[in-house]
């Protein structure tokens, strides 16, 4: 009878021990999947011990994202073995911890939850033996808080290894491992703890810091010489931990000038003095740096915040210089790369700039006239160009740039200036001499506006002016006259008294 109940028990003991074999106890029993404490979720098979990580990201969020995990064994585990084996405890005949060193045992006793003196595990040594069991004291606390304290420790007097994935959505595996409790962490910044009594598969979605770039709408359209200023957002996770480095790439149309603000917390946020991150000019652009410092303050402060993300705002200005051209937009992109492994594709905005034609032409043959001059209005006074072809194409000239001209002369074909700016109602040109063979000149300045997406191109006419009468008349003539016929009478009685005295 009683070896009938004794085999009975060990037939339920091995039960037990093969469901356990095809679970995943999550955080010292927290449930199914139970509280990682890093955003992730776990699942488990019933298979040989691993942990396996996939990986999930926002699309097109990320160019390269080669992630390296570390995982540490915290505990080794005892899995199904009954309780009078060894006569020792096994916590219920299912699943028991222990640890095989003083200074594991050590450590382990005194982790505590980060930012209070609770302790998290009660350690007890097996007699004399190299053995020491490790429990919970509080069965109810999380495994996010688990994960905290063991973090506290000193991971280097623990086993550990390696493995990597090098998709941004992707999958990394750590091999065969022994049966425990086992604390990982990563280079996105992410720490979980995890069973591993059977395989068990991480579900982690990334959490990178992200960034956004924009241009403030008014200065979307833009006149050469004008300050643009640009917006970037970098939004940083609380599990971030290592430096941020911003690249700016700016098309040849733009010319970096300043960095002109950052606060932490978005627009309405604390300043972040400049003392804080590092610029560098460079041939295109520049480069910003967050330094890890900085990050960790971002990543704190994202602890408090329900979407667990600070936002780093920071305002910079590009000047559109006298490259820009028409054809297409100026533009200016950012990538952001995270510590070693994390680079995202860029965030692009765009400038543009205009152009305005005009033909010089005959009232009446509608004829291109050559050797008229004008000048270029903005709000009635003249604007400095640049003369880039003689006579055809001309464009605003930069702030106290040298060679410039106020003066555009035709030369019979289409004159264009460009580098205008399309929400400007200003802009007129004045005649300022007539074409030559006897045209009139314009006394008016002829508005520029635009119309639709553009300036588009218009014809000045000439129209040549009519011969006007002379000043005096006939009245004076007729004294002329008079008097010569006068003169002549007078000669003629001379002679013919003359004649009669002789």
């Not at 000193?154 to 049966?179: K, M, R, W, Y």
């Not at 329900?306 to 006298?322: H, M, Q, R, Y």
């Not at 994390?342 to 005009?358: G, H, I, L, N, S």
Request: glycine share 10%; charged share 20%.
């Amino acid at each position: 009878m009683n070896e009938g109940m004794l085999t009975m028990k060990k037939l339920f003991a091995l039960m037990l021990a093969l469901a356990l074999m095809v679970t995943v106890v999550c955080a010292f029993a927290e449930g199914d999947g139970g509280d990682t404490g890093g955003g992730q979720t776990t699942t488990g098979t019933a298979s040989t011990p691993s942990i396996t990580i996939k990986t999930t990201s926002k699309d097109g969020e990320a160019a390269v994202d080669t992630t390296q995990y570390t995982y540490y064994r915290i505990l080794e585990a005892d899995i199904g073995t009954d309780p009078q084996i060894n006569d020792v405890y096994q916590s219920g005949g299912a699943v028991s911890y222990h640890t095989d060193s003083q200074a594991k045992a050590d450590a382990l006793a005194a982790a505590t939850i980060p930012g209070t003196e609770t302790k998290v595990f009660k350690v007890t040594r097996v007699g004399e033996s190299s053995r020491w069991y490790v429990e919970l004291i509080d069965p109810d606390i999380s495994g996010a808080q688990l994960a905290a304290a063991i973090g506290t420790m000193n991971l280097s007097i623990f086993p550990s290894a390696t493995f990597s994935q090098t998709e941004v959505a992707g999958t990394a595996t750590s091999g065969t491992v022994a049966p425990g409790y086992y604390y990982v962490t990563s280079t996105a910044g992410k720490n979980v703890a995890v069973q591993t009594l059977t395989a068990v598969e991480i579900k982690e979605k990334n959490e990178f810091p992200t960034i956004t770039k924009e241009v403030d709408e008014e200065d979307e359209d833009a006149q050469i010489g004008d300050e643009i200023t640009f917006t970037i957002k970098v939004k940083v996770p609380s599990t971030a931990n290592d430096e941020i480095v911003l690249t700016d790439t700016m098309s040849a149309g733009l010319r970096f000038k300043s960095i002109d603000s950052m606060k932490m917390g978005g627009s309405n946020g604390t300043d972040v003095g400049a003392s804080n991150y590092t610029v560098a000019t460079t041939t295109d652009g520049f480069t910003l740096t967050l330094p890890a410092a900085l990050v960790a303050d971002a990543a704190a402060a994202a602890e408090n915040e329900s979407t667990k993300v600070t936002e780093i705002e920071i305002i910079c200005t590009a000047v559109l210089d006298g490259d820009a051209q028409t054809e297409n937009p100026e533009t200016n992109s950012v990538t952001l790369d995270y510590g070693e492994h994390y680079t995202t594709k860029p965030k692009t905005a765009e400038v543009k700039t205009y152009d305005f034609k005009f033909n010089k032409i005959d009232g009446n043959t509608k004829d291109q006239l050559a050797g008229a001059e004008f000048q270029f209005l903005l709000s009635g006074s003249p604007m400095k160009l640049i003369e880039v072809e003689a006579g055809k194409e001309y464009r605003i000239a930069m702030p106290d740039e040298e060679g410039t001209t106020e003066t555009i002369t035709t030369i019979g074909e289409t004159v264009r200036i460009y580098g205008l700016d399309i929400d400007v109602q200003a802009y007129s040109l004045q005649e300022t001499k007539a074409p030559t063979g006897g045209y009139k000149i314009l006394k008016d300045a002829v508005p520029v506006k635009a119309s639709g997406d553009s300036f588009g191109e218009i014809d000045v006419e000439n129209n040549e002016g009519t011969v006007l009468p002379s000043t005096g008349g006939s009245g004076t003539t007729i004294f002329y006259v008079i008097g010569g016929l006068l003169i002549i009478g007078a000669g003629i009685v001379l002679v013919a008294r003359r004649k009669v005295h002789e």
